[in-house]
Structure formats: C-alpha cells, structure tokens
C-alpha cells in the first residue's frame, strides 16, 4: 500500500522554473531518505538531490545552485524547486523513498511512477 505520487512536471522555455512534488502514503515517511532521481532517453537514472531528513540536503554537481530539495514531513510530501531550466535537465523525474534504517523500517525501496520534465528553446 506504500505509493509515491509525482507532480507538477510539463513543459518549459529554458531559465524557466518548476516546482515538482512527490506526495508519499502508507510508510513512516520521516523515517525514510527522499530523494529525486532522473533518466533522460538512452541515460542511466542518475541522482538529482537528496533530502535524507529535514535540513539535510545534497545535490548532483549539475543542479547544484539551480535546484532546491525540500521535505515536509507533516504533510508526507518532498519536493523538487527546479529553477533556471535547461534543456539537459530533460528527463523523467522519479521520487525514491529509502530507509534510513532498514533494521528497524524494512528493506522496501519505493519509486512513483515519474513526472516529465521537458525543456525546449
């Protein structure tokens, strides 16, 4: 019953914003590391950003100042504050939720199902 939902993907101008979501349910979310991932045609899924608890964050070198990974723990929700767009920032998004400590969470590793970001001059 544990789903992940992704969000507010479409299509942009390059230097463009978006602002994805990732809205979690049936899983302890606080306990668990959020993170974006994502995979453009013919690319290996790659990091994006992780938030592995409040306040706590980390970013793939090629967002890094241009992206903001945020979580709100009352409201199960993560999200993604994508600015200045690119078009190599193209991509299916993914939300991955990952316990922190699967001693005491389980080994459950969940994925949604994936937003599209297309950015096009």
């Known amino acids: 019953q544990a789903q992940l939902v992704e969000s507010g993907g479409g299509l942009v101008q390059p230097g463009g914003s978006l602002r994805l979501s990732c809205a979690a349910s049936?899983?302890?979310?606080?306990?668990?590391?959020m993170s974006w991932h994502r995979q453009a045609p013919g690319k290996e899924r790659e990091l994006v950003a992780i938030?592995?608890?409040?306040?706590?964050?980390r970013y793939a070198d090629s967002v890094k100042g241009r992206f903001t990974i945020s979580r709100d723990n009352a409201r199960n929700t993560m999200y993604l504050q994508m600015n200045s767009l690119k078009p190599e920032d193209t991509a299916v998004y993914y939300c991955n939720a990952k316990p922190r400590n699967p001693e005491v969470s389980g080994y459950h590793d969940y994925w949604g199902q994936g937003t599209q970001v297309t950015v096009s001059s």
């Open positions: 938030v592995p608890m409040a306040g706590i964050t």
């Open positions: 049936g899983f302890t979310f606080s306990l668990y590391a």
